[in-house]
């Protein structure tokens, strides 16, 4: 039987030890450490908006008896613009529209480097005229600036596995759903039809993509000899360690990431952490070359990878060319 | 009527990214030392402390500033901590100089210390995602925390808003021209977390996104570091002032706000940073400004994002909303323009050590101010979800 999750997941908790730092010949302690409490937390107020998520796939909102606004989520139960008149708890639409062009992250907290790309924004539900702060994301894929913004319709969707959190649900655009899926309360994310990651496949490489593939190989090659040369580059990859293997249009090679250092070798490995796949190799090059970022590469679509939680590993390599580039340019200024 | 207040002692530690050879104490002490030395004070002549410390979890305590009144030796003074987010220094500099405005104390430090990268994630082996995981641990609790609320999303929240009404404003191109920008101009800030870090427009635009649509040359960067300035009344000011042999600095404005963090009918202007805008407002009407972009010389603002800073700009009246590229596209804030905006290169190259940043702006707008012979300077913090707090001070040499 599957343990119950933990409220701190257990990769999270290092050992308890300490290490040694010199500078200047001087030894300074570094101790592994953690600031923590546990709480059972009163919910209050807020017990039926979520206890209404959580068993009966509704949204609440509170209605004030005097000036009539209504807030999503109820956040109080006093008006304070009427003050403080008592508000009325009454159910909101489970479709409504963005108030402005939300954020997308991408790069997350570490808490959250399992769930980026995503985007979170304010929905004005329909019946509501305050707006709910909610996470987005779309069926299609990695969510793209443009693809959801101010106005864009959206539905909230609920968690199969609900435990009366915020967390319970999200939201996705109405543009992805069917109408059925639109007009369904209490929609679950189970009955979404959710793009599964397809590796993608390159046309045959002609004679010139051959070439390219070969120059820009030796060119990594060497800029990887550089970055593990590199003291400054080598603390972007440090305690890290992936085995990558990189598709192109006209061959495939790997990358190894080993704690500060960085190698490129033409082979193929069998057992890689993650694949990288980019139709053109100068993609990746530029990247470490510090010539437009690998995450952006990513973002529009030119370099695929197998999974979304190695965003991590691409700021990595995004870090490791801008330290490189970093490091060169300081030692032409001093 | 309150009394007049100045600036006679400044300084800052090195900001750094991380100082692994002192605690927060010894910044604290390093800092405070260095002030009083700028002075000519001993610190038996300082009547009051106000601490500003943003967040206990990076100084993995829960009464942070306790420990410092022995340190700096203020035994059996009065101290007080302040904490507001991003807005820490501006508002622990607000309060010190109401204590003094009021007569209750004649001589009063700001002290302003943060160790904000000893987090650090152990599963991606680096301490940023911890760092703004803890920062996250300052979005609303019950509704937005754990559907992933940082300090970047939540401005981009404001940014994109106000982008959604203009826009043609906060082109990628000028956004990356400020930034480069002020990375020419940090290379004179011997303290700073990124002097020699000079970026071109390209690079910047070529950075990764962070927050869509923050790239990472376009955001702060945390640190580590103290900052801290001594303040007196009038009478108290000129008498140092004539030892040390430096121009009292006046602080002739103050002006604060906090928006709230609700968003649709009738609740927080989305769009528009408000907090800012009437802080500004408050603080131009006791200096006596009708026209900033005509009456002042220089601005340290809290440059949290590059395109904040073209808002908060807009918003304290020196461009007009909507037109904010004017900084760069008007040359404004560029060589021989009308206004030096942040020419300590501001948190996005000399650091966010987020309580003593604002401080640090003080610090280098006095200096400014000292040594370029400007008549007035405005010095600006924000902080909290959406950009909740504004902060700013005038500062004044007559």
Redesign the interface.
């Given at each position: 039987m599957k343990s119950p999750e933990k409220v701190i997941p257990f990769?999270?908790?290092?050992d308890k030890e300490g290490r040694i730092?010199t500078?200047n010949s001087?030894n300074?302690l570094?101790m592994?450490?953690a600031?923590y409490t546990f709480y059972e937390r009163s919910?209050g107020e807020?017990s039926p908006f979520f206890l209404a998520i959580k068993n009966e796939k509704r949204v609440l909102g509170c209605k004030c008896t005097k000036c009539g606004?209504i807030?999503v989520?109820p956040?109080v139960t006093h008006c304070p613009?009427c003050d403080f008149a008592p508000t009325e708890l009454i159910e909101v639409e489970q479709v409504g529209k963005m108030?402005?062009?939300?954020?997308?992250?991408?790069?997350?907290?570490?808490?959250?480097?399992d769930?980026a790309p995503?985007g979170?924004?304010?929905v004005?539900l329909n019946g509501?005229?305050?707006?709910?702060?909610?996470?987005l994301y779309t069926t299609t894929g990695i969510l793209v600036?443009g693809l959801i913004?101010?106005g864009t319709e959206v539905k909230v969707i609920f968690r199969d596995r609900r435990i009366g959190?915020?967390?319970d649900i999200?939201c996705v655009p109405t543009a992805e759903l069917t109408p059925e899926q639109i007009a369904k309360k209490g929609l679950q994310e189970s009955e979404l039809n959710w793009a599964a990651p397809k590796e993608p496949e390159f046309p045959k490489a002609t004679a010139d993509d051959i070439a390219i593939y070969k120059q820009s190989l030796k060119e990594m090659q060497a800029l990887a000899g550089e970055m593990s040369k590199s003291k400054r580059a080598r603390k972007a990859i440090?305690?890290?360690k992936r085995d990558i293997a990189v598709k192109t249009k006209a061959g495939e090679f790997a990358m190894f990431i080993d704690d500060g250092d960085f190698r490129i070798e033409e082979k193929k490995i069998a057992s890689p952490d993650f694949v990288m796949a980019c139709e053109d190799p100068r993609t990746l090059l530029d990247g470490l070359k510090?010539?437009?970022?690998?995450?952006?590469s990513v973002?529009l679509k030119k370099l695929w990878i197998s999974k979304n939680i190695e965003f991590?590993t691409v700021?990595?390599l995004?870090r490791l060319a801008?330290f490189l580039a970093?490091e060169k340019?300081?030692q032409a200024?001093? | 009527m309150a009394r007049k207040v100045g600036i006679v002692g400044a300084a800052v530690t090195p900001f750094r990214g991380k100082w692994?050879?002192k605690t927060y104490y010894e910044l604290a002490q390093m800092a405070t030392r260095e002030a009083l030395k700028d002075a000519a004070i001993s610190v038996k002549d300082v009547d009051a402390v106000v601490y500003g410390i943003y967040n206990d979890?990076f100084e993995?305590t829960c009464i942070p500033e306790h420990p410092l009144q022995g340190v700096i030796g203020m035994q059996n003074k009065p101290g007080i901590r302040v904490t507001n987010g991003g807005a820490t220094g501006a508002y622990a500099m607000s309060a010190a100089h109401a204590y003094v405005a009021a007569e209750r104390y004649n001589v009063a430090l700001v002290l302003g210390v943060e160790k904000a990268t000893d987090c650090?994630?152990?599963?991606?082996?680096?301490a940023?995602?911890?760092v703004?995981?803890v920062i996250?641990w300052s979005g609303?609790s019950?509704?937005?925390q754990?559907?992933?609320?940082?300090a970047?999303?939540s401005y981009?929240?404001v940014v994109?808003?106000y982008?959604?009404e203009y826009p043609g404003d906060l082109k990628p191109e000028v956004t990356a021209q400020v930034s480069a920008r002020l990375s020419q101009q940090v290379k004179t800030n011997p303290y700073a977390q990124r002097q020699?870090?000079?970026v071109t427009p390209e690079?910047v635009m070529?950075?990764?996104?962070?927050?869509?649509?923050f790239k990472?040359l376009e955001i702060c960067v945390y640190g580590e570091g103290a900052a801290a300035v001594i303040i007196a009344e009038e009478e108290t000011a000129k008498a140092i002032s004539r030892n040390n042999g430096k121009p009292v600095v006046w602080i002739t404005g103050v002006g604060e706000a906090n928006e709230i963090s609700?968003?649709?009918?009738?609740?927080n202007h989305?769009?528009r940073i408000m907090s800012h805008h009437v802080a500004a407002q408050k603080a131009y009407q006791m200096a006596g400004i009708k026209d900033p972009l005509e009456e002042i010389d220089v601005v340290e603002l809290h440059d949290a994002f590059i395109h904040q800073l073209e808002i908060s700009m807009a918003e304290m009246g020196f461009v007009p909303l909507g037109r904010a590229d004017t900084l760069v596209e008007e040359g404004i804030m560029m060589p021989g323009g009308k206004l030096s905006v942040n020419p300590s290169g501001g948190l996005l190259y000399c650091g966010h050590a987020v309580g003593a940043s604002n401080i640090m702006s003080a610090w280098s707008c006095r200096n400014e101010i000292i040594n370029k012979g400007y008549r007035r300077g405005l010095v600006h913090g924000t902080g909290s979800t959406l950009a909740q707090y504004g902060v700013v001070l005038i500062l004044e040499h007559e």
């Open positions: 990769e999270f908790i290092p730092i500078i001087e300074y570094l592994n450490d600031f919910i807020f606004i807030r989520p956040f613009f108030l402005s062009t939300p954020p997308i992250t991408y790069f997350a907290s570490a808490l959250f480097l769930k995503f979170r924004g304010r004005i509501a005229n305050t707006a709910l702060s909610a996470m600036p913004q101010k959190e915020i967390t999200f440090e305690g890290w510090y010539n437009g970022a690998i995450t952006d973002i991590n700021f990595k995004d801008r970093r340019k300081e200024t001093r | 692994y050879e979890i993995r650090f994630d152990f599963t991606s082996m680096s940023t995602p911890e703004i995981k996250g609303d019950f509704f937005e754990k559907i992933g609320w940082t970047s999303d981009a929240e994109l808003a982008m959604d020699f870090d000079q690079e070529h950075s990764r996104y962070i927050v869509y649509p990472e609700f968003a649709g009918k009738n609740q989305w769009g």
